[in-house]
């Protein structure tokens, strides 16, 4: 039977696709909307991977890459490192640079020696080679600058200038490094000289946070897992804790991957919303499609055909549309990464290799075929289950039973979640934004049917245009039952982004300027402090108060173990793991800081003089299960200090505070040389001043503006913002393709509507203005839903993920609001016109 049956199911599949499938634009458009958006994010994140893959040992320097921090290597550590391969080395230190104006700027001092790089080349400008740049002119040593420090310092090449007391003269202007994206951000402009130069000026010597990396190239025949297995090994052969880090090619740039990695699972999950958003619009196409087709259904029916010949026929034209609607979506996905490198790539900050790569278009296909499937074998479901009489009387099965068809659509929806969270970077996240998703659409398909029968109920109070379009609005075919949920799962989408960029950099252009310091000063001795206080205070030339000035003692350390236990990393949460494998900053208190921000325990008397005690923030604690009375060890200036957790403290890293993780009592390291750290709050123009002022009295003091940092994080967010909100328009795309399908399968019945609404008397002004209410009323609705669904969303990311302050931003919520009304408004308009053009009498004769 099923022999015959499908051959006669083909024949006729194909006889109805030959007649062109104008009714299929919009299910062609969502599906390839949404099939693109995924393909473009999957290939342009597979180009920067691939990118930085082929740029591994020049973007890392070599093949291994070694890292210690406040000391230099040893000299058994450089014969491990030279007997491995060939070896350079670099020296970084944070240093005031002075121009002979008088005018300063904090820089990244660098020095090299070695065959130094490795790697690459250095790109500069102004001279030949990296030899001739580095070469002193004299006694003064030749540096190769970045151009902000020129435009900053007003210098030129050939200008001599001051880095703390050494003086140096450019020779070159730094273009790029081929180590630069390894190495991460930067406090202000690089000067790049030689070693000898920053050892000479005292740069590298105990109580400076200074760190030095040594970059290996391995022979060929050595296989890079050998190499450093040999190598931590020869490192830990004394026994001793390791306080170096290591890096190899293959990993190059860890937290630039990172970064593609989530930046992949952000557009692809854009992507996916709006082919969730757009399966409204196939389902309303397919629905229309199987609508305009009854008479046809009835027929085969009546004559003797099963339903699964109908539900065949038009399953074979729905698969072959899908497939042409997910092959124009991979096109447009696969062609969209190759335009934009052809554009761009040589502005792009990360080595990127556009080309065709399959795995990411092979999964956006699956993701657009199994939403076609998912959305539109519900619709066959109804006609198949529907009699033929019914279908003779224009009706179809409002709600089919139980079928296959239905089995159908819900495993492919199952699988659609479950592709989403296997391909995703964080499964849990990925779950998490599905789950979220779904609960938005189910909220907004409850609203859209509450509003057809709100309409219902207030439809009896009114007269004339309004009762008209209350009356559509409530009606079986109503745009706020196909369209509501589209448009306001799109602008939920859109406003979450919108919200999001806003309260960040709200926070960073106007939160944080006014609650974060304005200015830090490092690299001074606790005998200078009183000094200092007073060189700040006269500079200022106002009183230094708590809420304007802290001055404590600094050291760096590294917690080595936990109730007497040594650190196990894999029993760390991850996202804390930051806090126990490196060095943190820490600090000596005696009485409670301002903003001490304590949340459990009680902070320790001025006096205290017993065993060690300490406070810690809230994210060292929870990342490894800290009690109140847990001992923790750690290692800092040559010994291990054994404390006990006295306070539990919220630390805001974007407030005037004492902003360390780990805070010991005074007695804890009584008679220690400790260095000491301030934080001021200043106006720019006391920032000048006090900048310039140090100049003569502190040159070895460090002077990081704050404001700055703010101002470049503000403008880089502000770029990559807009860049997001781009791609998440398409999901708004989406929503307004549902409507305008909405609005083309209601095209003929609304055109009967308005030759009755004709004859019966009713102006061309009323028939305009009803539909205008009728879509009006539905993008209104849509765009409130989606706001207040993207503002929920928005909120526990700015508050958790990002901790900071919320903040609404009525502006953009209230133009994402009107633009759906509007555009919903101006769809309705569009209907009204193209039913309002044709004669009444063409009009019915036809129905």
């Not at 080349?121 to 030949?128: D, H, I, K, T």
């Not at 210098?155 to 001599?160: C, E, I, S």
Request: net charge positive; charged share 15%.
């Amino acid at each position: 039977m099923a022999s015959r049956v499908l051959p006669l199911a083909l024949r006729l599949a194909g006889r109805e696709l030959r007649g062109g499938a104008r009714g299929f634009r919009v299910f062609l458009a969502c599906l390839a909307l949404g099939v693109a958006a995924i393909a473009a994010a999957g290939s342009t994140a597979q180009a920067f991977r691939t990118g930085l893959a082929a740029q591994a040992r020049q973007i890392l320097g070599g093949d291994l890459s070694i890292t210690v921090n406040l000391r230099p290597f040893s000299a058994s550590e450089r014969a491990i490192f030279a007997g491995l391969g060939a070896v350079d080395y670099a020296a970084s230190v944070n240093a005031m640079a002075q121009a002979p104006s008088g005018d300063r700027r904090l820089v990244e001092l660098r020095g090299v020696a070695g065959p130094f790089p490795l790697v690459g080349q250095v790109e500069l400008s102004g001279a030949p080679n990296l030899a001739r740049a580095l070469a002193p002119v004299g006694d003064v040593a030749g540096a190769a600058v970045e151009k902000p420090l020129l435009d900053r310092l007003n210098l030129k090449v050939g200008d001599r200038f001051l880095v703390g007391n050494t003086p140096v003269v450019i020779r070159a202007i730094l273009v790029s490094e081929p180590d630069q994206l390894s190495r991460g951000f930067a406090l202000g402009p690089r000067v790049l000289v030689r070693m000898a130069t920053i050892e000479n000026a005292g740069f590298l010597t105990a109580g400076i946070p200074f760190g030095e990396t040594a970059r290996i190239a391995i022979p060929p025949s050595v296989p890079l897992g050998q190499a450093k297995a040999r190598l931590k090994a020869a490192l830990t052969a004394d026994g001793s804790p390791p306080d170096w880090r290591i890096e190899d090619r293959s990993n190059a740039a860890p937290g630039l991957a990172r970064l593609i990695d989530q930046l992949e699972f952000f557009l692809g999950f854009i992507g996916l919303a709006s082919l969730v958003a757009g399966g409204l619009g196939v389902q309303v196409a397919v629905s229309a499609h199987l609508e305009a087709r009854k008479t046809s259904i009835a027929i085969l029916k009546a004559m003797g055909a099963e339903g699964a010949l109908a539900r065949d026929v038009y399953l074979i034209q729905i698969g072959v549309l899908a497939l042409a609607g997910v092959g124009l979506g991979l096109m447009v996905g696969a062609a969209a990464p190759l335009i934009m490198g052809a554009l761009i790539q040589n502005s792009l900050p990360v080595p990127a290799l556009f080309a065709l790569y399959p795995q990411p278009l092979l999964r956006a296909g699956a993701f657009g075929l199994l939403a076609a499937a998912a959305f539109s074998l519900g619709p066959l479901a109804r006609a198949r289950a529907t009699p033929p009489a019914a279908l003779f009387r224009r009706q179809m099965s409002a709600r089919p039973a139980f079928s296959l068809e239905l089995v159908g659509a819900i495993i492919a929806a199952g699988l659609l979640a479950l592709l989403a969270i296997a391909t995703a970077p964080t499964p849990a996240a990925a779950a998490v934004m599905i789950g979220g998703v779904i609960l938005a659409f189910g909220l907004l398909w409850a609203l859209g049917l509450g509003a057809a029968w709100g309409a219902g109920r207030l439809r009896g109070l009114t007269r004339g245009a309004a009762r008209l379009g209350l009356a559509n609005l409530a009606g079986p075919g109503s745009a706020a039952r196909n369209a509501a949920p589209a448009i306001g799962l799109g602008v939920a989408l859109l406003s979450a982004v919108v919200l999001i960029q806003s309260s960040l950099l709200t926070q960073v252009a106007q939160v944080a300027p006014r609650t974060a310091p304005s200015l830090i000063f490092t690299g001074l001795s606790e005998d200078q402090g009183p000094r200092f206080q007073a060189e700040v205070g006269q500079a200022f030339g106002r009183p230094l108060t708590r809420e304007t000035w802290l001055m404590a003692p600094f050291f760096t350390g590294r917690i080595t173990a936990i109730r007497g236990q040594p650190i196990a990393k894999t029993r760390i949460d991850p996202g804390k793991r930051w806090a126990y494998d490196r060095d943190l900053g820490m600090s000596v208190l005696g009485p409670a800081p301002i903003n001490a921000g304590v949340i459990k325990g009680r902070w320790w008397a001025a006096d205290y003089a017993g065993p060690p005690l300490a406070a810690i923030s809230a994210d060292v604690a929870e990342g490894a299960n800290l009690k109140l009375g847990d001992l923790i060890t750690i290692a800092t200036l040559g010994r291990d200090i054994d404390a006990r957790v006295a306070v539990i403290r919220r630390v805001d890293l974007a407030g005037f505070g004492a902003g360390f993780p780990v805070v010991l009592d005074p007695a804890a390291l009584a008679g220690a040389d400790l260095k000491i750290i301030a934080i001021a709050k200043a106006s720019p123009a006391e920032e000048r001043r006090v900048t310039l002022a140090l100049g003569r009295d502190f040159p070895q003091v460090n002077v990081i503006s704050v404001r700055e940092a703010l101002a470049s994080a503000a403008d880089l967010f502000a770029r990559l913002a807009l860049a997001i909100r781009a791609a998440a328009a398409v999901a708004a795309l989406a929503g307004l393709l549902v409507l305008t399908g909405a609005i083309a399968a209601r095209a003929q019945a609304r055109a009967r509507e308005a030759a009755v609404l004709k004859v019966l008397g009713a102006s061309r002004a009323q028939i305009l203005t009803a539909y205008a209410l009728e879509y009006g009323a539905v993008g209104l609705i849509a765009g409130i839903a989606g706001v207040a669904l993207g503002a929920a969303a928005a909120w526990p990311i700015v508050t958790g993920v990002f901790e900071a302050s919320w903040s609404l931003d009525w502006r953009g919520a209230g133009a994402l609001i009107v633009s759906a009304a509007v555009l919903a408004t101006a769809g309705g308009g569009a209907a009204a016109f193209w039913a309002l053009r044709r004669r009444p009498a063409s009009v019915l004769r036809e129905g």
